[in-house]
């Protein structure tokens, strides 16, 4: 059932929620990594901001209130999930990071070369919460501040989760592209092998 | 160099540098590992903004939905907050007896004055008595809002078919941005809410640096009176004044548009701009 609201109200939740949707899509859609899932859970979303707008102080940030919501409405699903729990949604990555050894090679040209499937792939290995704060600070360019109050963490929380989040994410983008190069290389030094196109 | 490693791990936990003082800055300026990694995470972060996934807007069908919902609110004030009942007091239990009285005193004085003690008791639904006058002082104060918002553009579409198109899509009605003269640069548009109906806004860059708004609203049930209006053109344009701007309005096919100016006084040349061509 929809919410009654103000005219000024309505007018308001225009001006300051309504031009942050895109963002709330892209959260729910980076977090569940599903586009029909993101859907809904934006759907539900707006729905609960429209409900909980009229308890909104103005001067509030109206995004990162929205973005606490979305976030909220992540974790639920992924409980719900299998009925999972928490379980993953905010793993610290120190074994894999550990698994890193020392710092990896944070050279551009590897992550310029990624192709699409490959960003996919290390996205949807990271945690859910740590997609969502690289999603917030690296790709929106939110603050730290700003993020951690949507994700409900601390910022040194985030800070350094996030750091381990780029190396995990770094080293796994480092490893897919250069075993495609790799690859790459051997086919073409090897030409009386050609690649198998499945021909019977 | 400057080999202190405090440095490099405050760079690593803070590489867009919001918490960076100058020795940080200068740290990162000359120390290799430091300089590899902002290099690193530059791209990363650059990589992902390409990432379609990640910078994809909200589907159009679903902006329209949820868009819908918000003007399908009922309006009116929001049930307060649940509180813990307590027994009234006997002064609080006579204030609050008082409290409808005094709405319905609100309500018929705000009647009296909307209507210039009209009393038309047979009128046909609320949104029948919308103006052209009430449009002037809405958009007016829409944009005295805007201005206060300071970021009033919900995207930063330049081309005059894809704005149309995006804001079509996303309103209950079919919009075309009319074709402008020379002199006005467009820079993007958003979805408002105004005169009680869903409005179209784009927002055109002047020559010398001023910015003027156009809105849009369905004219059903719009009543061309409330204002002074002349012809430009073979078109009757109405203008007024409301919180220190002035506003143009005429009528383009279904549409009720309006011009209004960033401050002050709209020069009448400007609406005449919008105005459809060859009329």
Not at chain 1, 46 to 74: D, E, M, Q, Y
Not at chain 1, 86 to 94: I, K, M, V
Not at chain 2, 231 to 239: A, D, E
Request: hydrophobic share 45%; glycine share 8%.
């Amino acid at each position: 059932m929809l919410p009654r609201l103000s005219a000024t109200e309505k007018l308001r939740f225009d001006a300051e929620i309504v031009p942050h949707l895109d963002v709330l899509h892209r959260m729910a859609r980076s977090v569940c990594g599903d586009a029909d899932v993101a859907d809904d859970i934006a759907q539900e979303s707006f729905l609960k901001a429209l409900k909980g707008f009229g308890g909104l102080k103005p001067g509030t940030n109206g995004r990162s209130w929205l973005a606490r919501i979305v976030h909220n409405a992540c974790r639920d699903h992924w409980r719900s999930k299998a009925g999972r729990g928490d379980e993953g949604w905010d793993d610290e990555l120190q074994a894999e990071v550990e698994a890193l050894g020392a710092e990896p090679d944070w050279q551009p040209g590897i992550i310029r070369d990624a192709f699409d499937d490959e960003i996919c792939e290390a996205l949807q290995a990271l945690p859910p919460r740590w997609r969502a704060s690289v999603l917030l600070v690296d790709v929106e360019g939110w603050t730290y501040e700003e993020a951690a109050e949507s994700l409900e963490i601390a910022p040194g929380t985030l800070r350094s989760g996030l750091h381990r989040a780029r190396k995990v994410l770094f080293a796994r983008l480092r490893d897919s592209v250069g075993a495609r190069q790799v690859g790459a290389r051997q086919a073409t030094q090897a030409p009386n092998n050609p690649p198998d196109h499945g021909e019977a | 160099m400057n080999p202190d490693h405090r440095f490099c791990s405050l760079i690593h936990a803070d590489p867009h540098g919001e918490s960076w003082d100058s020795a940080v800055r200068a740290h990162a300026a000359v120390c290799p590992a430091c300089t590899a990694f902002l290099r690193g995470v530059a791209a990363l972060s650059l990589r992902l903004k390409a990432y379609p996934a990640l910078n994809a807007p909200m589907p159009p069908s679903l902006r329209a939905r949820l868009r819908a919902q918000l003007a399908a609110c009922p309006e009116g004030p929001a049930a307060p907050p649940a509180v813990r009942r307590q027994a009234p007091a006997p002064r609080r239990a006579m204030r609050r007896a008082l409290v409808p009285a005094a709405l319905a005193a609100t309500l018929v004085l705000g009647v009296m004055l909307g209507h210039n003690f009209d009393f038309g008791f047979s009128r046909a639904p609320a949104e029948v008595d919308r103006t052209i006058g009430m449009y002037i002082q809405d958009v007016t104060h829409d944009h005295y809002l805007i201005e206060r918002i300071g970021r009033p553009l919900e995207v930063a579409i330049t081309e005059r078919g894809a704005l149309s198109d995006w804001l079509s899509a996303s309103l209950s009605f079919p919009f075309e941005l009319p074709r402008t003269r020379a002199g006005f640069k467009l820079q993007g548009g958003r979805v408002w809410h105004t005169v009680g109906r869903l409005a179209a806004m784009a927002a055109c860059e002047t020559d010398g640096g001023g910015r003027v708004i156009l809105f849009a609203v369905p004219a059903a049930n719009l009543e061309l009176r409330g204002a002074g209006s002349s012809i430009i053109g073979g078109t009757r344009v109405f203008s007024g004044n409301g919180w220190e701007r002035e506003a143009r309005v005429w009528i383009d096919g279904d549409l009720a548009m309006a011009l209004v100016a960033m401050e002050g006084e709209l020069p009448a040349a400007w609406a005449e701009m919008f105005l459809p061509a060859g009329l």
